[in-house]
Nanobody, 112 residues
Framework: QVQLVESGGGSVQPGGSLRLSCAGS????????MIWVRQAPGKALEWVSI????????YYSDSVKGRFTISRDNAKNTVYLHMNSLKPEDTAIYYC?????YGQGTQVTVSS
């Protein structure tokens, strides 16, 4: 069955960086675009970024553009989200997503 497992979250100060990872299994990873979404406390799910199946094309929400970079390594069945210049408003649970499948999420907290 399809499994997505996120890791790499943590607590950082404003301006810091983190790299999130999402390992996919149970399907042909390289055949699908992959998405990162996030959910802040008390707020709706927010789309963050997408990378196409080959990794050549990426798109970002306006709120993270210029600060976050999505990438993937199809040999490792893993998609990454490199987050720089983190702000308190980036605090959320981050999920990777493929179609109707989501991982368990990883918590990112940005606070001084």
């Amino acid at each position: 069955q399809v499994q997505l497992v996120e890791s790499g979250g943590g607590s950082v100060q404003p301006g810091g960086s983190l790299r999130l990872s999402c390992a996919g299994s149970g399907y042909t990873f390289s055949s699908y675009s992959m998405i990162w979404v996030r959910q802040a406390p008390g707020k709706a799910l927010e789309w963050v970024s997408i990378v196409d199946s080959g990794g050549a094309n990426t798109y970002y929400s306006d709120s993270v553009k210029g600060r976050f970079t999505i990438s993937r390594d199809n040999a490792k069945n893993t998609v990454y989200l490199h987050m720089n210049s983190l702000k308190p408003e980036d605090t959320a649970i981050y999920y990777c997503n493929r179609n109707v499948f989501y991982g368990q999420g990883t918590q990112v907290t940005v606070s001084s």
